[in-house]
């Protein structure tokens, strides 16, 4: 296992620190949390146990600094041998998602060669298009008048409609079919799927809470009747006491010497992360909070560059004509490199 190259004690709340904290946010439910794990303890004698160094587990994948680097800690932390699923959720950023996970899964391919398996992409639509088409053109005619009316606000002018169509809760159940492939192709018996849910996540999002890991873990055991599922985030997680925010993740990165440049937040689909939108907004606070240098090109900057090139264009070509006396009959060949990630 490869040494990091500077040391970061992740951040650890003791059982009622963490309880405390639960209490405290809005979307979680602690009734539900202690009913669920009281179940799986009688059940199973635990509610989430760490698998033993080189267990095949299943990890969910979006090419985002979140999935990247809880991909990275299972391997280098926990020694656990990581099959990577990635979705095809129909959104148009998913193709660079998968650039992301290309690059990462050739630097990981190198640095833990023994602990890789290749990602599997599979189709998971994030909303039905019937419903997806009609919410995004034609939301005049399919929102209750009296919903619209309740959601307008005066002052600014404008209605507010939120969109919930619970996708984060649903996601593991794709990836437990995955690991039910796997047995049949692989031979391999994974009951044990992580994802990379924020202590923040469940802050906006109740599909992303810890009380919601739990329902659907308890969920995805009944209905298999299969209770060796485990369904938890590294990064979010009571059992191991673990509490991470993006910002500690890109320390961790940094103390991995996991480069993040590559990796992929917008919400825009741009080639690049565009830089302005909320979740490009909260990678570049997070680089900021964490004290590290954010390595990422952003659509903005790239245009911003394009525009200083294009300003010096005419001295430069005057620059060329003086230099060559005026003799040079073509126009010079001015090549401009595409700095990509």
Same mark, same amino acid.
């Given at each position: 296992m490869l040494k990091c190259s500077r040391r970061f004690l992740m951040p650890r709340l003791s059982r009622n620190k963490f309880t405390k904290l639960l209490k405290e946010r809005p979307f979680e439910n602690i009734t539900v949390i202690n009913l669920i794990e009281g179940f799986l303890r009688k059940k199973r004698g635990c509610v989430i146990r760490i698998p033993n160094k080189g267990t095949n587990i299943i990890h969910l994948v979006s090419g985002g600094i979140d999935s990247i680097v809880t991909w990275a800690m299972l391997m280098e932390k926990y020694g656990l041998r990581v099959h990577p699923i990635s979705l095809k959720t129909g959104q148009k950023r998913h193709i660079y998602e998968l650039e992301s996970l290309k690059f990462y899964s050739g630097y990981f391919k190198k640095k833990y060669p023994k602990l890789f398996v290749e990602p599997f992409d599979i189709?998971?639509?994030?909303?039905?298009?019937?419903?997806?088409? =009609?919410?995004?053109?034609? !939301?005049?005619?399919?929102?209750?008048?009296?919903? &619209?009316? *309740?959601? $307008?606000?005066?002052?600014?002018?404008?209605?507010?409609?939120?969109?919930?169509?619970?996708?984060?809760?649903?996601?593991?159940?794709?990836?437990?079919?995955?690991?039910?492939?796997?047995?049949?192709?692989?031979?391999?018996?994974?009951?044990?799927?992580?994802?990379?849910?924020?202590?923040?996540?469940?802050?906006?999002?109740?599909?992303?809470?810890?009380?919601?890991?739990?329902?659907?873990?308890?969920?995805?055991?009944?209905?298999?009747?299969?209770?060796?599922?485990?369904?938890?985030?590294?990064?979010?997680? =009571?059992?191991?006491?673990? !509490?991470?925010?993006?910002?500690?993740?890109?320390? &961790?990165? *940094?103390? $991995?010497?996991?480069p993040l440049g590559h990796t992929y937040s917008c919400f825009r689909a741009t080639p690049r992360n565009c830089g302005t939108c909320l979740a490009c907004?909260?990678?570049?606070?997070?680089?900021?909070?964490?004290?590290?240098?954010?390595?990422?090109?952003?659509?903005?900057?790239?245009?911003?560059?394009?525009?200083?090139?294009?300003?010096?264009?005419?001295?430069?070509?005057?620059?060329?004509?003086?230099?060559?006396?005026?003799?040079?009959?073509?126009?010079?060949?001015?090549?401009?490199k595409d700095y990509t990630y």
């Open positions: 189709t998971y639509l994030s909303s039905p298009p019937e419903i997806a088409s =009609r919410m995004r053109y034609d !939301i005049e005619n399919n929102v209750h008048p009296q919903i &619209l009316k *309740e959601k $307008y606000d005066p002052e600014t002018n404008t209605i507010r409609i939120t969109r919930k169509y619970l996708f984060p809760a649903f996601v593991p159940f794709p990836a437990a079919r995955c690991a039910l492939f796997f047995d049949m192709q692989r031979n391999l018996k994974m009951r044990t799927i992580s994802m990379s849910v924020l202590p923040s996540d469940g802050l906006y999002n109740e599909s992303q809470t810890l009380t919601a890991l739990r329902g659907t873990m308890l969920g995805l055991c009944t209905f298999t009747n299969d209770y060796r599922w485990q369904i938890f985030s590294p990064c979010f997680e =009571r059992e191991l006491g673990s !509490i991470m925010t993006k910002s500690d993740l890109i320390k &961790l990165a *940094e103390a $991995y010497r996991l907004e909260v990678r570049r606070r997070a680089f900021t909070e964490a004290g590290v240098k954010d390595p990422t090109i952003y659509e903005e900057d790239n245009r911003s560059f394009f525009k200083l090139i294009q300003k010096n264009l005419v001295p430069l070509k005057e620059k060329i004509h003086k230099v060559t006396g005026g003799r040079s009959r073509k126009k010079p060949r001015i090549i401009i």
